[in-house]
């Protein structure tokens, strides 16, 4: 059975991080161990406290943050008149300092340990003192990682936003819903539009097809309430694709997302 082997083979990584996880925090380099105050593996108590929060105010749909005193809720002005397949975006952090060099290394430098300290940091969103309000009730949440299309996901040899949403799933009691597929190997996307983005990413994602190991990606999330889950939400083109599929054709009765960062 596939899906077996691929869970044993995931514990099994899992597990050999572990052993050789050393107590020093991810950017001090500061022995972590006996640390007081960090609920956080990898990290001491002054890194965790130093990293860039996302607080308010901050739009209500894209997440993006503002300087200066606005009072209440409000949309931005990229925001102001479209109309997107999700819900509302919301990260823990900024894309800066110290928390975008450690998604720096474990995406693109295989610091494979850094899955558990990252994945506890994006579970902040759904419980404890910094939760989003509106993330309330978190264990009626499946989280979709965004997915790896099968040359990209052999080049890197993991899917970050799946080990995001299996850490943040132990922490949290939400299940992850690995629903999605990438059909089409898009080109880098850093220089492009958002209008670009989004036409480079048009059918670009499918629900996952049915196989006799594990329920249809259709039963699993029509009527539920979904968090895409990825690393960084830059203008919103990926999220909005996966949206549009998961509710057009999975059924899904709400679909937000859920983000490390904001970029």
Partial sequence: MPSLFSD??????????????????????QSTAGSAGSAVPGLCHSCLQSLPRLGEPRCRVCGEWFMGNIPGPFQCANCTGRKFAFEFATAPFKARRGMRDMVHRFKYQRELWLGETLGRLLATALHGPTADERLAASDQWLLVPVPLHPRRLREREFNQALELASVTSRHTGCTVADVLRRTRYTSGQAAMTRHQRLHNLRGA???????????????????????????????????QECARILLKYGGARQVAVLTLTRG
């Fill in 8 to 29: 044993l083979w995931t514990d099994a990584c899992r597990a050999a991080a572990g052993l050789i996880f050393v107590e020093a925090c991810a950017l001090c380099a």
């Fill in 205 to 239: 994602f499918r629900l996952r097809r049915p196989r006799p190991w594990r329920p249809t990606a259709e039963s699993m999330v029509v009527g539920r309430r979904l968090l895409i889950v990825d690393d960084v939400f830059t203008t919103g083109a990926t999220a």
